[in-house]
């Protein structure tokens, strides 16, 4: 696996989309009331994330099918199946409407806090034309120009991220410090957020649809370096923005409820372009995952509602998530119940499509030499057993039983 053979692709897609406004939110939590303790978990999730997307990418290339295809293959039941693509439908299709809505306001927010305050003509036609945006890109532009647009824009917020970072100089030592495992008081729960918050169920369906679209089996070391070096990427714009916040925020006994609060605190301690590029980067990564999560759930119903050679499934199931999304947006609605409904199908999901996976990827009938080894496998369940968990987690947060 040559260095030199690197070129960005839909492994850059999978980062612009788990890099949005809740991952910028949850990163700032942690380094605000925690310092550097909690990048280790950071590293673990990116790990994790890589393995998980390197296993979707492999079933992809292989069979040449969307990882919704290949599950609902698997399931001999016409029952089983219905109910399957039910639980896709619902955590995917209702989920990424709840989500979209705050992809689309923390992009707002990032241009408010650019402005260094709110915008005089509000939030709606930001709103608005990212909507536009999105809907246009999804429907009438081409796979390859949507995935180039994606890296455009993921390389846009690695270097807003980046600057802040540079700007803000954290102590080295300090930071290292924080890849050492260790959980402070308080600590867990927010460590568990940022593990949940890299590992996205519908990244999985994304990258499987995506990959297709570039290469094929005899292409799939290019595949697995795109995915580990972009998702690797990914990972570490999200340290560095946990790393900021620690170095900037940690001990100072101020309030941070997101990253427009950590904006607004900058200015005074390290100047105006150290909030003018962690805002770019917010607006960047509200963007990106606002393109993202109508596209994976254009994918999917398209997998599910097979009609040939018709993107109508595709560009129906992408734009209720964008139209859904920009109706709560605007309307100021904070869409909980929406949410509460995503938290728990993506907490039944997570450790449904981790097993599937891993059952796909030991599938010598379909993988052939591709299928799992043994290394593979111990990993495969080690991740299995860290989604379920995350999963029972997610389900109890969102009942109320685990705050």
Same mark, same amino acid.
């Given at each position: 696996?040559?260095?030199?053979?690197?070129?960005?692709?839909?492994? !850059?897609?999978?980062?612009?989309?788990?890099?949005?406004?809740?991952?910028?939110?949850?990163?700032?939590?942690?380094?605000?009331?925690?310092?550097?303790?909690?990048?280790?978990?950071?590293?673990?999730?990116?790990?994790?994330?890589?393995?998980?997307?390197?296993?979707?990418?492999?079933?992809?290339?292989?069979?040449?099918?969307?990882?919704?295809?290949?599950?609902?293959?698997?399931?001999?039941?016409?029952?089983?199946?219905?109910?399957?693509?039910?639980?896709?439908?619902?955590?995917?299709?209702?989920?990424?409407?709840?989500?979209?809505?705050?992809? !689309?306001?923390?992009?707002?927010?990032?241009?408010?806090?650019?402005?260094?305050?709110?915008?005089?003509?509000?939030?709606?036609?930001?709103?608005?034309?990212?909507?536009?945006?999105?809907?246009?890109?999804?429907?009438?532009?081409?796979?390859?120009?949507?995935?180039?647009?994606?890296?455009?824009?993921? !390389?846009?917020?690695?270097?807003?991220?980046?600057?802040?970072?540079?700007?803000?100089?954290?102590?080295?030592?300090?930071?290292?410090?924080?890849?050492?495992?260790?959980?402070?008081?308080?600590?867990?729960?927010?460590?568990?957020?940022?593990?949940?918050?890299?590992?996205?169920?519908?990244?999985?369906?994304?990258?499987?649809?995506?990959?297709?679209?570039?290469?094929?089996?005899?292409?799939?070391?290019?595949?697995?370096?795109?995915?580990?070096?972009?998702?690797?990427?990914?990972?570490?714009?999200? !340290?560095?923005?946990?790393?900021?916040?620690?170095?900037?925020? &940690?001990?100072?006994?101020?309030?941070?409820?997101?990253?427009?609060?950590?904006?607004?605190?900058?200015?005074?301690?390290?100047?105006?372009?150290?909030?003018?590029?962690?805002?770019?980067?917010? &607006?960047?990564?509200?963007?990106?995952?606002?393109?993202?999560?109508?596209?994976?759930?254009?994918?999917?119903?398209?997998?599910? &509602?097979?009609?040939?050679?018709?993107?109508?499934?595709?560009?129906?199931?992408?734009?209720?998530?964008?139209?859904?999304?920009?109706?709560?947006?605007?309307?100021?609605?904070?869409?909980?119940?929406?949410?509460?409904?995503?938290?728990?199908?993506?907490?039944?999901?997570?450790?449904?499509?981790?097993?599937?996976?891993?059952?796909?990827?030991?599938?010598?009938?379909?993988?052939?030499?591709?299928?799992?080894?043994?290394?593979?496998?111990?990993?495969?369940?080690?991740?299995?057993?860290?989604?379920?968990?995350?999963? &029972?987690?997610?389900?109890?947060?969102?009942?109320?039983?685990?705050?």
């Amino acid at each position: 696996m040559k260095l030199s053979r690197y070129r960005p692709g839909p492994g !850059m897609m999978v980062s612009a989309a788990f890099i949005g406004p809740g991952t910028v939110t949850a990163c700032t939590l942690a380094g605000a009331n925690f310092g550097f303790a909690l990048l280790w978990a950071l590293v673990f999730a990116t790990i994790t994330t890589i393995i998980l997307q390197s296993f979707a990418v492999r079933i992809a290339l292989v069979t040449q099918l969307g990882l919704a295809e290949a599950m609902l293959k698997t399931i001999a039941s016409p029952i089983g199946r219905i109910l399957a693509s039910l639980l896709l439908i619902s955590a995917l299709v209702l989920g990424n409407a709840a989500y979209e809505a705050g992809n !689309m306001s923390g992009a707002a927010l990032g241009l408010e806090a650019i402005n260094g305050g709110p915008l005089a003509f509000g939030i709606a036609p930001v709103i608005i034309s990212i909507a536009l945006f999105a809907s246009l890109m999804l429907v009438f532009t081409k796979p390859k120009w949507i995935e180039n647009i994606l890296i455009a824009l993921v !390389m846009l917020m690695s270097l807003a991220f980046l600057l802040t970072f540079l700007l803000i100089r954290p102590d080295l030592g300090a930071l290292l410090r924080g890849f050492i495992p260790s959980v402070p008081d308080g600590g867990l729960m927010t460590a568990i957020a940022l593990i949940g918050t890299t590992i996205v169920p519908y990244n999985l369906f994304l990258h499987a649809a995506s990959v297709r679209e570039r290469w094929d089996a005899k292409q799939l070391p290019d595949a697995q370096l795109d995915t580990t070096l972009s998702i690797g990427i990914g990972g570490l714009v999200s !340290m560095t923005i946990l790393a900021t916040a620690a170095a900037s925020l &940690f001990g100072s006994g101020k309030t941070i409820e997101n990253a427009v609060d950590m904006a607004q605190q900058l200015t005074p301690l390290f100047g105006s372009m150290a909030t003018f590029t962690l805002g770019a980067g917010l &607006f960047a990564a509200g963007l990106t995952s606002a393109i993202t999560a109508p596209l994976a759930t254009g994918y999917i119903v398209q997998e599910i &509602f097979k009609s040939s050679g018709s993107r109508r499934p595709f560009q129906i199931g992408a734009l209720i998530v964008i139209i859904s999304g920009t109706v709560a947006a605007l309307s100021g609605y904070r869409p909980v119940e929406l949410i509460f409904v995503a938290q728990i199908a993506n907490g039944l999901l997570l450790p449904i499509v981790a097993l599937f996976l891993l059952k796909l990827a030991n599938d010598r009938n379909l993988l052939g030499q591709y299928a799992n080894g043994l290394k593979a496998n111990i990993l495969g369940v080690a991740i299995l057993l860290v989604t379920t968990g995350l999963g &029972f987690r997610l389900i109890a947060r969102a009942l109320g039983f685990w705050p």
